[in-house]
């Protein structure tokens, strides 16, 4: 929560002094399930104090309290003042809605919620989201989040949804691809392969909302079986939503696709993966990165077991140390990232950073002729 004491959400102000062109929200712009008490006890003794709403005070269900998370973040001075001076592009995630929401999600295990229907909240959370995101509005779907951001020659922005048209959460490990393991859905896969095809920028990036070299569990189904909550699914060859994520990459080294970077967030900690085919269990696609960093203000936890499917090699990780997880920004173990392209010799350069803007991480990419 915001503690003025502390000096409020202070990652937005060590990001609007790096002057950014403009700024990319991975997700989890709010969180919706997770009420603002005045005051927490710190494992040091320390007391950490609030500012709070009526819409903190529980969970959102209705959409005027989906609208009050909004407007909670709204109320600290850092992010007003970043909020004038740097535009924004946002995507969405889980706690938007409530946490690994996805059509198998069963609320009556959890009496904060006196609404059991998950389908419902999410058509409140998603009318909030969109009264509140800077986001045009698609003419072809009118709630549609994922898009393409052309940014002159040297970048494109394809900001993916890996939310709205996924299956339920589930073990995860099926061999074939059916409804059940849908995850990004077909159109918008075919207008991403398409996109990225079709893209004469240097730099292509794919702003995702949940990383795909790392496991993120979503509890056991009822026959005890583990049930994932992104793509991933423990090592091995690509099963599942897995599948849709080889299709791509597949394709994308068919159609010598190059120079794309992924860009993510979710998991509460910041880290660099380079996706190696010499290394992974499916192996049909060119080497790629993935930056994840976050989160600005909320808790710190991480870090998450990288999964072989894709060969993620884990370059660098920064998160809560063993057995003290959900640290607050006083821990100084909240993130983000920075991406700077050069005009002139067209680089690619990405700092994972800490929220009192320190460099912590550093890698150039140097961009590949396509074909």
């Known amino acids: 929560g ?10 937005y102000e060590a990001m609007r002094r790096r002057n950014p062109d403009f700024f990319l929200h991975s997700g989890d712009t709010i969180y919706a399930d997770g009420p603002v008490p005045a005051e927490v ?23 005027n309290e989906y609208r009050g998370n909004y407007l909670y973040n709204l109320l600290d001075e850092n992010v007003r003042r970043f909020n004038s001076e740097v535009p924004q592009i946002w995507q969405w995630d889980d706690h938007e809605v409530l946490n690994n929401w996805s059509s198998s999600k069963d609320l009556k295990q959890f009496s904060q919620y006196t609404e059991k229907s998950v389908g419902t909240l999410v058509g409140r959370a998603t009318k909030a989201f969109l009264e509140y ?19 002159g020659p040297l970048l494109d922005i394809f900001v993916i949804d890996m939310r709205t048209y996924r299956g339920p959460n589930t073990w995860n490990r099926q061999p074939n691809e059916s409804e059940e393991t849908t ?16 893209s004469r920028a240097t730099w292509k990036i794919i702003a995702s909302d949940m990383p795909i070299g790392v496991q993120v569990g979503d509890g056991k189904d009822a026959q005890g079986r583990p049930m994932w909550e992104n793509a991933a699914n423990g090592n091995g060859p690509a ?22 970077v992924w860009l993510t967030a979710d998991t509460h900690y910041t880290a660099a993966h380079y996706f190696n085919p010499g290394k992974a269990q499916f192996t049909d696609f060119d080497p790629f990165w993935e930056f994840i960093s976050g989160p600005i203000h909320a808790g710190t936890f991480g870090p998450n077991e990288p999964d072989n499917t894709f060969g993620p090699e884990v370059m660098f990780q920064k998160h809560a140390p063993a057995g003290k ?3 607050p920004p006083s821990a100084n173990l909240q993130f983000f990232g920075e991406v700077a392209i050069d005009g002139r010799s067209t680089e690619l350069t990405v700092r994972l950073m800490d929220i009192t803007g320190a460099t912590l991480f550093e890698k150039m990419l140097s961009p590949q002729r396509r074909g």
């Open 2 to 11: 915001i503690n003025p004491e502390w000096g409020g959400m202070t990652g």
């Open 325 to 327: 997880m959900n640290q």
């Open 41 to 63: 006890k710190l494992p040091d003794g320390a007391v950490w104090k609030n500012v709070t709403t009526e819409a903190k005070s529980k969970v959102a269900e209705t959409l």
């Open 239 to 260: 099963l599942g939503r897995e599948l849709e994520i080889a299709g791509l990459l597949r394709e994308l080294k068919r159609r010598k696709v190059r120079n794309t």
């Open 133 to 151: 995101a800077p986001l045009r509005f698609s003419a072809d779907e009118s709630e549609r989040v994922y898009r393409k951001i052309p940014y």
């Open 183 to 198: 995850y990004l859905g077909k159109p918008q896969l075919d207008w991403l392969i398409q996109g990225l095809a079709d």
